[in-house]
């Protein structure tokens, strides 16, 4: 994504982040089923409308960005979709697998990083000249970034990777206000609008998700030689929605 913000516009970069919540969405409905119901839908299009609407401004891109903004955001996505999944098949917390995915990650960084550094700015990391200022910064950015990765492995191991991304923008309401507060920076009718908007569409989603929780918890009590269409017909009789007032569940498995 940094790659990204570097070849293309704010705008663009900004727009790029908002498309992570749908394909978040479309990537987990393809690889692992997943439904969502048309209260949480709604709410997350009120969320990504908010936060495009008080941060987006000049759009400008090149194919070169939009690759590099089009593999960020698929590999993000996938990543984070990877995180919960990981922790739900083989039961495991997130201090724990991030333990394991960690020296990876960094290896990686540490192989693919001076190439990379090299390409994009013509200047091999040995010839830098590092001083106290610039070491001490590069220990604070590693140090928050561990923190970064804790709240992530954490949030989506408790909620999902839908839910990071949507608690995510909080994050760029919370720079806009800190940065009138702080650095007297502008804060037009637009900023405050879309920044109601974003929290207004945050609380919705947090009522639609605890919503489908409790629908869910109504379908707990079923056998477990219950075939996946006995669960979805009770869970339309739980909602009002089937057409019939009893259903036997077990009775396909034991015909």
């Known amino acids: 994504m940094n790659l990204s913000l570097m070849l293309n516009s704010v705008g663009f970069y900004q727009i790029s982040k908002l498309s992570m919540i749908p394909v978040v969405c479309v990537m987990e409905w393809i690889l692992h089923g997943k439904q969502y119901s048309t209260k949480v839908k709604i709410a997350v299009i009120v969320v990504v409308v908010g936060v495009g609407v008080c941060t987006v401004t000049d759009v400008k891109v090149n194919a070169q960005g939009f690759l590099c903004a089009l ?45 990379v550094d090299y390409f994009l700015s013509g200047k091999l990391l040995a010839s830098y000249k590092f001083f106290s200022a610039a070491f001490f910064l590069i220990l604070l950015s590693c140090s928050l970034a561990v923190f970064c990765n804790i709240s992530q492995y ?76 006995d669960v979805k017909l009770l869970k339309q009789h739980v909602d009002g929605s089937s057409p019939f007032k009893d259903v036997e569940l077990g009775s396909r498995s034991q015909g």
């Open 71 to 115: 593999v960020a955001v698929l590999s993000t996505s996938l990543q984070q979709i990877s995180i919960g999944s990981l922790q739900k098949k083989y039961s495991i917390g997130s201090f724990e697998l991030l333990s394991q995915t960690a020296p990876i990650q960094a290896l990686s960084l540490l192989l693919l990083g001076p190439f």
């Open 154 to 229: 954490l949030c989506i191991g408790r909620f999902s990777a839908v839910s990071f991304q949507v608690l995510g923008h909080m994050k760029t309401v919370c720079v806009l206000i800190l940065g009138w507060i702080l650095f007297d920076s502008e804060l037009t009718l637009k900023n405050i609008l879309g920044m109601a908007m974003a929290v207004l569409g945050m609380v919705v989603y947090s009522w639609a998700v605890e919503a489908d929780k409790q629908t869910d918890s109504k379908v707990i009590p079923f056998r477990k030689d219950a075939s996946e269409e």
